[in-house]
């Protein structure tokens, strides 16, 4: 129906938003899914690291038991050349940097 009308997705969202219904996880997101669904890649577990803490603990929890388990090992990398852990290690070093401006 909006194809019909011609109502474009932008056009869309700000209704959205000026009626106080955009759902508040795009207040960090730019798509919804899963929390640890690798296809958001690693912008979106660098905000899920930084907004909500206790997810990305549980996701390294996650992360250290397919590690140890030779059957799920496979699945110990979440996106392609990192595991869990080799994020959070790479998120560290990022929050280590200082801006020169």
Known sequence: MLYE????????RQMVEERGLLNPIYKYFDRQGCWLCPQQGIGGFRK????FPELWDKLM???????????IKRFA???PGYTVADLDKRFVLEDR?????
């Open 77 to 79: 990398q979440i996106i």
């Open 48 to 51: 899920l690291r930084k907004h």
């Open 61 to 71: 929890f996650y992360g250290r038991e397919a590690e140890k388990h030779a059957t």
């Open 5 to 12: 009308m011609r109502i474009t997705q932008e056009q869309s």
């Open 97 to 101: 940097q200082l801006t020169l401006v």
